[in-house]
């Protein structure tokens, strides 16, 4: 009978989405455990340890607790911008995840212009964040979400030149078709100009997730947090969520394009080992979160315009010189 | 040159960065669990206060003489004595510790060794008359000896008021323990 209802396209498509959701959220669960975990070790400590067995189950009681609280709107705030901006933070992130290719076969959504479309729906959700610091009606979410506009504006140019060097290697926008041009452990990660264009886009990543060294729109010591400050609850779940989400899937996109997708050692399922190799970037950005101190709002913009996107672009004509002279193309 | 050397340069100094957190993050952690683990306490440490309990004569050794309530900057301590000279003890001792500033002048004071201030350091209670503590709290092997401590100070009368010597007809009687707890 299960078989049955499957065959109906709607259904179908309706235990993909819950699939897709479950897995995003679950893993959020996981990541928050982890970021608590490699924060306590990298400062000495234990992280969580008395919710289950080594602390497993924090998480679970954190996101118990967020359900449970009570939802405030601020008298002063701007109600339908206040109560909208979640969702334009969390929506657009679940989005992105519709084109990720899990391994052959295992995307919910393949077109062949999906290395732009990620691109563009990410981009939505910076309206979101300025709408809540719009909307929260405070002058530290309001410069949360200004910071953030220019911050992620200026990132999101030097990600877009990494992707686009990759786009030059596999000779596709399809992010199914770029991790297939890597079967082999021809990783693009091993080209010259798309290791630079790793960089690239890693740190470019780092500053469109709001983690530190580019947590300016959150900075905890000078703005409590940010564009998010009023938000309590459930909504304050949704910016929590979205965030993890993003950070995660920035990771698996890394994968995707220059990590080899899911291509691997055999023995283990492909699937397997891209959340494998993603959560090995999630670690790393963990790393260096824990690492660096936050940078001033000059050192940020300037990094990224008179930096990143520079070598950015000279990255995409190393790309397309290889590309066209040297023969770099994978197939 | 210089442009990229400053970024190699700055590239060089976060990976030396991130070798250290990664170092520090294989480290033993410094972190002590305290409700389940705890640290050793200072044997001179300052903590809850205990009237010592003499295992062979089966009494506290306090004999009620007040040179501790004297000695008292804060007026936390009042004492009920019972007999006197060789039977001299209390069946009462009442610290409020809700003054108390542990600054062990009463400790100093003491010329029998009756009172201390050992290791405990959890004080906190959910109502202010839980810092008022009676001699049941305080001495030393807990209300068990607090009892046995009048036992033996009763006997002890009972034994001189037989002999007619100088504890005979006290003016204080020693109460029952029920009384005192």
Same mark, same amino acid.
């Given at each position: 009978?299960?078989?049955?209802?499957?065959?109906? #396209?709607?259904? $179908?498509?309706?235990?993909?989405?819950?699939?897709?959701?479950?897995?995003?959220?679950?893993?959020?669960?996981?990541?928050?455990?982890?970021?608590?975990?490699?924060?306590?070790?990298?400062? +000495? $400590?234990?992280?969580?340890?008395?919710?289950? #067995?080594?602390?497993?189950?924090?998480?679970?009681?954190?996101?118990?607790?967020?359900?449970?609280?009570?939802?405030?709107?601020?008298? *002063?705030?701007?109600?339908?911008?206040?109560?909208?901006? #979640?969702?334009?933070?969390?929506?657009?992130?679940?989005?992105?995840?519709?084109?990720?290719?899990?391994? +052959?076969? &295992?995307?919910?959504?393949?077109?062949?212009?999906?290395?732009?479309?990620?691109?563009?729906?990410?981009?939505?959700?910076?309206?979101?964040?300025?709408?809540?610091?719009?909307?929260?009606?405070?002058?530290?979410?309001?410069?949360?979400?200004? $910071?953030?506009?220019?911050?992620?504006?200026?990132?999101?140019?030097?990600?877009?030149?990494?992707?686009?060097?990759?786009?030059?290697?596999?000779?596709?926008?399809?992010?199914?078709?770029?991790?297939?041009?890597?079967?082999?452990?021809?990783?693009?990660?091993?080209? *010259?100009?798309?290791?630079?264009?790793?960089?690239?886009?890693?740190?470019?990543?780092?500053?469109?997730?709001?983690?530190? #060294?580019?947590?300016?729109?959150?900075?905890?010591?000078?703005?409590? +947090?940010?564009?998010?400050?009023?938000?309590?609850?459930?909504?304050?779940?949704?910016?929590?969520?979205?965030?993890?989400?993003?950070?995660?899937?920035?990771?698996?996109?890394?994968?995707?394009?220059?990590?080899?997708? &899911?291509?691997?050692?055999?023995?283990?399922?492909?699937?397997?080992?891209?959340?494998?190799?993603?959560?090995?970037?999630?670690?790393?950005?963990?790393?260096?979160?824990?690492?660096?101190?936050?940078?001033?709002?000059?050192?940020?913009?300037?990094?990224? &315009?008179?930096?990143?996107? *520079?070598?950015?672009?000279?990255?995409?004509? &190393?790309?397309?010189?290889?590309?066209?002279?040297?023969?770099?193309?994978? $197939? | 040159?210089?442009?990229?050397?400053?970024? /190699? %340069?700055? /590239?060089?100094?976060?990976?030396?960065?991130?070798?250290?957190?990664?170092?520090?993050?294989?480290?033993?952690?410094?972190?002590?669990?305290?409700?389940?683990?705890?640290?050793?306490?200072?044997?001179?440490?300052?903590?809850?206060?205990? /009237?010592?309990?003499?295992?062979?004569?089966?009494?506290?050794?306090?004999?009620?003489?007040?040179?501790?309530?004297? !000695?008292?900057?804060?007026?936390?301590?009042?004492?009920?004595?019972?007999?006197?000279?060789?039977? !001299?003890?209390?069946?009462?001792?009442?610290?409020?510790? %809700?003054?108390?500033?542990?600054?062990?002048?009463?400790?100093? !004071?003491?010329?029998?060794?009756?009172?201390?201030?050992?290791?405990?350091?959890?004080?906190?209670?959910?109502?202010?008359?839980?810092?008022?503590?009676?001699?049941?709290?305080?001495?030393? %092997?807990?209300?068990?000896?607090?009892?046995?401590?009048?036992?033996?100070?009763?006997?002890?009368?009972?034994?001189?008021?037989?002999?007619?010597?100088? %504890?005979?007809?006290?003016?204080?009687? !020693?109460?029952?323990?029920?009384?005192?707890?």
């Amino acid at each position: 009978m299960i078989a049955q209802a499957l065959e109906n #396209p709607w259904i $179908r498509q309706l235990v993909n989405a819950a699939m897709l959701l479950a897995v995003i959220n679950l893993g959020v669960l996981v990541l928050i455990y982890l970021e608590r975990k490699v924060a306590g070790y990298i400062q +000495s $400590r234990l992280g969580p340890v008395h919710v289950g #067995p080594r602390g497993w189950l924090q998480s679970v009681a954190d996101a118990v607790k967020l359900v449970l609280k009570e939802d405030i709107i601020p008298a *002063p705030a701007d109600r339908f911008m206040f109560v909208l901006a #979640p969702f334009f933070v969390f929506v657009p992130v679940l989005a992105v995840f519709l084109v990720l290719p899990f391994s +052959s076969g &295992w995307v919910a959504y393949d077109f062949s212009l999906a290395a732009l479309y990620v691109i563009a729906a990410g981009t939505v959700a910076i309206m979101g964040i300025v709408m809540a610091g719009w909307g929260t009606n405070n002058k530290y979410s309001l410069l949360g979400g200004l $910071r953030s506009a220019a911050q992620l504006i200026s990132y999101e140019v030097p990600v877009v030149l990494a992707i686009l060097a990759v786009v030059f290697f596999a000779q596709s926008m399809s992010l199914v078709e770029i991790a297939e041009a890597q079967r082999g452990f021809r990783w693009f990660i091993f080209q *010259p100009p798309l290791l630079v264009a790793a960089f690239v886009y890693m740190i470019g990543q780092l500053a469109e997730t709001n983690r530190t #060294p580019f947590d300016l729109p959150e900075a905890e010591s000078e703005l409590v +947090s940010g564009f998010h400050t009023e938000y309590s609850g459930i909504r304050f779940a949704m910016f929590f969520l979205a965030e993890f989400a993003n950070t995660f899937f920035a990771s698996a996109l890394a994968v995707v394009l220059f990590f080899g997708g &899911w291509d691997g050692l055999p023995g283990l399922t492909g699937a397997l080992w891209l959340v494998l190799k993603s959560y090995v970037l999630v670690f790393v950005l963990m790393w260096i979160r824990w690492t660096l101190p936050r940078v001033r709002v000059d050192q940020l913009l300037g990094f990224a &315009w008179k930096v990143l996107v *520079p070598i950015g672009l000279i990255v995409v004509l &190393w790309a397309a010189a290889s590309v066209v002279y040297a023969g770099g193309v994978a $197939r | 040159m210089n442009p990229l050397r400053t970024l /190699l %340069g700055g /590239l060089w100094r976060i990976f030396l960065g991130m070798g250290l957190t990664l170092k520090t993050f294989f480290r033993p952690k410094v972190t002590i669990r305290y409700p389940y683990e705890r640290r050793p306490v200072s044997p001179r440490y300052r903590g809850m206060f205990y /009237l010592k309990w003499n295992e062979e004569k089966q009494r506290l050794n306090c004999v009620g003489c007040t040179l501790c309530a004297q !000695a008292c900057p804060t007026d936390v301590i009042s004492m009920n004595k019972v007999g006197k000279g060789t039977t !001299a003890g209390v069946d009462e001792f009442v610290m409020d510790l %809700g003054r108390c500033m542990f600054c062990n002048l009463c400790v100093e !004071a003491c010329p029998f060794d009756a009172i201390y201030m050992g290791d405990q350091y959890e004080f906190a209670v959910t109502e202010k008359e839980g810092s008022v503590l009676r001699i049941v709290d305080l001495a030393q %092997g807990g209300p068990e000896n607090a009892r046995r401590n009048v036992e033996t100070l009763m006997r002890l009368q009972a034994e001189a008021a037989e002999k007619g010597k100088p %504890g005979e007809s006290p003016k204080q009687q !020693a109460r029952p323990a029920e009384e005192g707890a």
